[in-house]
Nanobody, 118 residues
Framework: QVQLVESGGGLVQAGDSLRLSCTAS???????VGWFRQAPGKERDFVAG????????DYADSVKARFTISRDIAKNTVYLQMDNMKPEDTAIYYC????????????WGQGTQVTVSS
């Protein structure tokens, strides 16, 4: 059974840092793993993604130069390091995985709340 488990959310102040973790299990070969977020009353948006084999990364413009996505293949874990956080980063953050052969993120975690106070 495929499972994605996020951790690391919490309450921080503007300018602080936070690191989210997403550990994947289930024996599926991933093409990519990504982070998405959904603020209250808004749609879920892409934040950052990383291809599992090559480590190529992609970021939303709103987080470039502040967020860093990385992976630890041995631990089947993807991280999202968030620096210089802003109140507009407040959202539920979801980890998602895209298997080889599929064009969409198919598996999703339960989400972790991140709140940035001003």
């Amino acid at each position: 059974q495929v499972q994605l488990v996020e951790s690391g959310g919490g309450l921080v102040q503007a300018g602080d840092s936070l690191r989210l973790s997403c550990t994947a299990s289930g024996g599926i070969f991933w093409y990519a793993v990504g982070w998405f977020r959904q603020a209250p009353g808004k749609e879920r948006d892409f934040v950052a993604g990383i291809t599992w084999r090559s480590g190529s990364t992609d970021y939303a413009d709103s987080v470039k130069a502040r967020f860093t996505i990385s992976r630890d293949i041995a631990k089947n874990t993807v991280y999202l390091q968030m620096d210089n956080m802003k109140p507009e980063d407040t959202a539920i953050y979801y980890c998602a995985a895209r298997p080889y052969g599929l064009s969409q993120y198919t598996y999703w975690g339960q989400g972790t709340q991140v709140t940035v106070s001003s």
